[in-house]
């Protein structure tokens, strides 16, 4: 047995984090040590791992932003401040997810879903409202020529397209609200575009403040 945990992210985990983004990442330039030392810094809490005995497995990271700053057009570059998380914002009340990725030999086994419930465990002991997200589209190149990304989302939400971000999404849970356009003008699977998609907090009081705990287990 080679249970896989879920935990924070810690300072010694970074240099594998960002070794096993450039496996999962081939053509996007990873993260730098200052930028993930930066989100520890500014939100230790939103930031999460999975690991089994023979390390790490995957990530993800999350800020907390105030919607009604970011609910027109955005870019991934300036929601997550390049990546360096200065607009993370504890008034927020939306949980913001800025990336998840898992070992590209270990895809379909759970590991996302366990980082994703570690998420919605965050979003809850916070009392936060939901989580969006802004996911890549990398099956879209494949019908670029043939249909618009929109089209091409409708189909996956219709059933009769899979891709392999949002389709993973939608079975966790959460609903499509939008094409964004450019968000990560590099990412070239996706043609630049994601999906905005949000996930709504069955639990959330709006009349309780945003809970900050030290630390929260995933
Ligand atoms: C997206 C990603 C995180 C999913 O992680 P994963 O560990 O492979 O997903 P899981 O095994 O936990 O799958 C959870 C559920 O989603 C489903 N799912 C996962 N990938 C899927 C796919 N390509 N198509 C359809 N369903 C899929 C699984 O079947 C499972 O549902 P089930 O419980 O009913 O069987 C992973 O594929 C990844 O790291 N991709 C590359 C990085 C990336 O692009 N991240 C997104 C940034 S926006």
New binding site residues.
């Given amino acids: 047995m080679n249970p896989i945990r879920i935990r924070s992210t810690q300072p010694d985990d970074l240099p594998a984090l960002i070794a096993l983004q450039e496996r999962?990442?081939p053509d996007i330039p990873p993260w730098d040590l200052h930028k993930l030392q930066a989100q520890l810094a500014v939100f230790p809490q939103g930031q999460i791992v999975a690991e089994d005995d023979n390390g790490l497995l995957?990530c993800a990271s999350s800020l907390i932003v105030l919607w009604d700053d970011w609910s027109e057009d955005h870019n991934w570059s300036e929601i997550t401040g390049d990546g360096s998380f200065n607009n993370h914002n504890p008034a927020g009340r939306t949980l913001y997810g800025a990336?998840?990725?898992?070992d590209?030999t270990?895809?379909?086994?759970?590991?996302?879903?366990?980082?994703?419930q570690g998420r919605r465990t965050l979003c809850r002991a916070m009392n936060l409202k939901r989580i969006i997200?802004?996911?890549?589209l990398?099956g879209y190149h494949r019908h670029a020529e043939q249909m618009s990304p929109e089209l091409y989302v409708q189909n996956v939400v219709w059933g009769d397209l899979?891709?392999?971000?949002l389709?993973?999404q939608l079975?966790?849970g959460f609903s499509y609200c939008r094409i964004m356009d450019g968000y990560i003008p590099e990412d070239i699977e996706s043609r630049g575009n994601?999906a905005l998609i949000v996930w709504l907090n069955p639990e959330y009081d709006p009349e309780q403040p945003t809970i900050i705990p030290e630390e929260v287990s995933p």
């Fill in positions: 999962v990442y995957g990336e998840v990725f898992v590209p270990r895809h379909g086994a759970g590991i996302g879903h366990l980082l994703y997200a802004c996911g890549r990398p899979s891709d392999p971000v389709s993973f079975k966790e994601a």
